[in-house]
């Protein structure tokens, strides 16, 4: 007897939907999901009333138009109260803006993304953006670049897309261009970006270097016409600095 795979099915289409309601920045129809998926309408209706109902997605007034819902919020929060390097960072980052007065992220590689699990932001930050559960293609960030730099060249090619997103006019998307900027991160010991993946913002970071390859990493974002030279180094020793206290904090509490 063949195996049955229709709850297989089901469970990737109700994971799809999910992460396709939760990067958009408004609320979809049943329509746009089904343009996007592909999904059959029936099923894909059956599936979104399922999932309003179990407070997974939440819908507007008229019930035609939908977004991620509260549980979505429990489970996300449910991996960050689990982890066991979070408690060790949250300390980083908080003595990391004392330090430098600027925003502070710490994030994890997933596959070829960079998810922020969690930020601080500068005490004087005029508009705040909420970072923590966001996922950006690894490319963009000096985050992703300090963790593709602790990957082989083979490694680093079978994780990258054939295209690389541009997001603004500096987004590296050669990939030519994209090695040599993994050999600087790896001679230098920490990336550096500027506005590559938003205009305006410049960022330096770091591995975390408790597992091998490194899975996290810790980044500085700073306003791109602060980022001097003397500057840039100043906050670059720091960033090192502290986030190489993390690690050997967390491989002396066996933390992999």
């Known amino acids: 007897m063949a195996p049955d795979t229709s709850l297989v099915k089901s469970a990737e289409r109700t994971v799809r939907i999910l992460e396709l309601l939760a990067a958009s920045p408004g609320r979809l129809t049943v329509s746009e999901l089904q343009e996007r998926t592909g999904y059959p309408r029936s099923s894909l209706h059956a599936l979104v009333r399922t999932l309003r109902d179990l407070k997974w997605l939440d819908a507007d007034d008229a019930a035609s138009a939908f977004t991620v819902g509260p549980h979505a919020l429990l489970a996300g929060t449910s991996y960050l109260d689990r982890d066991p390097a979070l408690p ?39 508009r705040v953006i909420p970072r923590v559960g966001r996922r950006l293609p690894i490319h963009l960030t000096a985050l992703g ?3 593709l730099a602790d990957l082989t060249a ?103």
């Open 88 to 126: 060790h960072a949250y300390q980083t980052l908080e003595d990391l803006r004392a330090e430098l007065g600027y925003t502070i992220h710490y994030a994890r590689r997933d596959d070829a993304h960079v998810l922020y699990l969690a930020s601080r932001e500068a005490r004087d930050a005029v």
């Open 145 to 147: 670049h300090a963790m």
């Open 154 to 256: 083979a490694e680093v090619d079978e994780i990258l897309p054939d295209q690389l997103e541009s997001y603004t006019e500096h987004t590296l998307t050669d990939r030519a261009a994209m090695r040599d900027q993994l050999d600087a991160v790896r001679s230098a010991g920490w990336a550096f970006e500027r506005e590559q993946g938003t205009a305006g913002i410049a960022c330096i970071a770091t591995t975390v270097a408790y597992r091998i390859p490194a899975t996290d990493a810790v980044s500085c974002s700073m306003p791109a016409k602060l980022a001097e030279p003397d500057e840039v180094e100043r906050v670059a020793e720091a960033v090192v600095r502290h986030t190489d206290r993390l690690a050997a904090t967390l491989r002396r509490a066996g933390i992999r």
